[in-house]
């Protein structure tokens, strides 16, 4: 005769291992894999961080004298007015288990959607991570009902606007050293 409590307890035992190895392959996954990823702090913000130093003259502009990546990276703000905490959405590109890339952008209003970063590490341009993480926003900012779609460069950064314009952004107007572009869904 089988003896039940023996039979669940080790049937619960069986589980609880499995649901433990399940995790732990998952949360290596979640690491390792290629490809792009939401926002981890404890993952991605010294990568990210990194990519700001390596960046800032083509991230920053001069006219925004207190942005502080910090800032932006603990409480996903666009800026840090109060009323921004918590409107950014943060994405990264992983590659040979490393952050090389991220996207950050946010809702200016229902319809309309606006790209604040999209940067890759220079030792991975090339491979085509910008234009998936592009991609990805275009994607889920239209997912999210937007219409129109916003982003500020350099109008010496040709790689970046070749990027944009092949991913249908307009050039909208230019404001001394920076170019503005429009994405109309």
Not at 133 to 154: N, S
Not at 164 to 174: A, K, P, T
Request: aromatic share 18%.
């Amino acid at each position: 005769m089988i003896n039940k409590s023996f039979f669940s307890r080790t049937v619960f035992l069986g589980a609880a291992v499995f649901l433990t190895a399940a995790s732990a392959v998952g949360g290596w996954w979640y690491y390792a894999a290629d490809g792009i990823h939401g926002y981890s702090a404890s993952r991605d913000r010294a990568a990210i961080l990194s990519l700001f130093d390596a960046n800032w003259y083509w991230l920053v502009s001069e006219y925004s004298l207190g942005f502080s990546p910090e800032y932006m990276l603990d409480h996903a703000a666009s800026s840090q007015a109060p009323e921004h905490e918590g409107n950014l959405s943060l994405y990264v590109y992983r590659a040979e288990r490393k952050t090389v890339g991220f996207l950050a952008y946010y809702l200016k209003s229902p319809l309309r959607g606006y790209i604040l970063f999209l940067v890759v590490d220079d030792t991975y341009r090339g491979k085509g991570y910008a234009r998936a993480l592009m991609d990805f926003g275009l994607k889920k900012l239209r997912d999210r009902g937007v219409r129109t779609i916003e982003l500020v460069t350099r109008v010496s950064n040709t790689p970046a606007r070749s990027l944009y314009e092949s991913s249908g952004f307009v050039e909208n107007w230019r404001d001394g050293g920076f170019v503005h572009y429009e994405y109309s869904v």
